[in-house]
């Protein structure tokens, strides 16, 4: 059943990619037990205010050149392909001369909000931009279906990332501001060495080039306001909890929502492998074999969705033995909100199902639209019921908006590209 389901490359893609994936996300997930007994809460809220700014941050710096490089991979040659590139490279070095101007005029705002020294806020741009260049780097080993160097080059920065945090967390005793230092150097560093990398395999050639750069433009800033929602969906009720309850509670609820973790590396895993599999089976040319791929593709989603449902009470259960069992006692009150973070990463998973077809059709600028209305009701919502609930009510308004945002993305992507998802036979 399963080899009619997938080519067996994609299979043995899927499988590295997943083991890679768990490696990558997992180590930093496993050794939050032991940071737990050298970082307070209040200092792992700041870290994770961290990691919401880095996000706001990347959006803004990256335009998602990522996205338009997958697209084009196939319909391209390398050399053009290299033209795309290098020219993806000038515009996110002007986006992050940008957004240091933005983050200095508003660089008291951006305290009281996230509680981050300036000199932070600052590297922060330096990091995005790095993230950005390895994330370009990533993006064409899994487009080549080269998921061994994926992988590892993953999984090397992960390592270092870590062994730097520990020793400037437990050896130096540097709290939040060692393991920020962790994730900046090693961003930094493998920010380098894959520009170095998109140089020597011939994938940045210089051309300034206005009708790329343009095509650039265009395909991603209309997504910067549906990435943007994403974010919103993950990180504005860091922000509410942050000033509303304390640091404090901004660190348990990050914590009870790092287990979410557990369904997001498998769908992040998969998609990997999964997206160039799906834009080379809705590129065939004939018309016969192009129905036949959609038959495959129908089936692949409904089996995933349904194994996402098994995974939601596995991993739930394994959650609340790991909290009880190794993590510092300060940190037992993050389990109310461990639930919800499973389920609601669930629903994102449904989401990617369909959102690649929205790619492949590039009806972004509507994609926009849908999420950042979506992003909306989440500001709403999570400000209303965090002031009448408390922090659990930003778990309840993460999982609402999670199934509303599918739904929509659902029934979108079948407008924009038919697929008949109802009509189908397993």
Not at 75 to 80: A, D, R, T
Not at 262 to 281: C, D, E, H, Q, R
Request: net charge positive; hydrophobic share 50%; proline share 2%.
């Amino acid at each position: 059943m399963y080899k009619k389901l997938f080519a067996n490359k994609l299979l043995k893609s899927t499988m590295i990619y997943t083991l890679c994936d768990a490696i990558n996300k997992g180590v930093p997930f496993l050794i939050l037990p032991l940071l737990s007994y050298y970082l307070s809460p209040s200092d792992y809220g700041i870290v994770a205010n961290f990691g919401v700014l880095l996000a706001i941050c990347t959006i803004f710096v990256s335009i998602s050149v990522d996205g338009v490089i997958s697209v084009n991979y196939y319909k391209i040659s390398k050399e053009e392909l290299s033209k795309y590139i290098f020219n993806a490279l000038s515009l996110i070095i002007g986006s992050s001369i940008i957004v240091f101007f933005l983050f200095y005029i508003f660089k008291t705002q951006i305290y009281i909000n996230f509680r981050i020294p300036y000199i932070y806020t600052i590297l922060i741009i330096v990091m995005a931009l790095a993230s950005t260049l390895t994330t370009m780097n990533l993006s064409l080993w899994r487009l080549e279906e080269n998921p061994v160097h994926f992988g590892i080059y993953q999984i090397s920065q992960t390592i270092l990332n870590i062994l730097i945090s520990l020793f400037l967390v437990i050896n130096l005793g540097m709290g939040w501001i060692g393991r920020i230092q962790g994730m900046l150097i090693s961003a930094i560093i493998f920010g380098i060495f894959s520009l170095f990398i998109l140089f020597k395999r011939g994938y940045l050639k210089i051309n300034f080039d206005s009708t790329i750069r343009k095509a650039i433009l265009l395909f991603g800033l209309p997504l910067i306001p549906h990435t943007l929602s994403l974010w919103v969906r993950s990180g504005i009720d860091r922000i509410f909890i942050t000033n509303m309850y304390g640091e404090s509670a901004t660190g348990l609820y990050a914590t009870g929502f790092q287990f979410g973790i557990l369904v997001s590396f498998i769908m992040t895993a998969f998609n990997n492998a999964f997206v160039p599999y799906l834009y080379k089976s809705l590129s065939e040319p004939d018309n016969l074999k192009l129905q036949e791929n959609k038959k495959k593709l129908k089936k692949a989603t409904f089996y995933g969705m349904i194994g996402l449902i098994f995974l939601c009470v596995f991993f739930y259960s394994i959650s609340i033995i790991i909290l009880e069992n190794f993590f510092s006692a300060q940190y037992i009150d993050s389990k109310v909100f461990i639930l919800w973070a499973i389920l609601s990463q669930v629903f994102q998973g449904y989401y990617l199902f369909f959102v690649n077809y929205i790619f492949f059709a590039k009806k972004t600028k509507s994609l926009a639209v849908i999420t950042f209305s979506v992003s909306i009701v989440q500001v709403i919502l999570s400000y209303l019921l965090l002031k009448s609930l408390g922090p659990i009510g930003a778990a309840y308004s993460t999982l609402i908006v999670s199934i509303i945002n599918f739904i929509c993305i659902a029934v979108y992507s079948e407008k924009v590209y038919k697929m008949n998802w109802l009509n189908f036979k397993l």
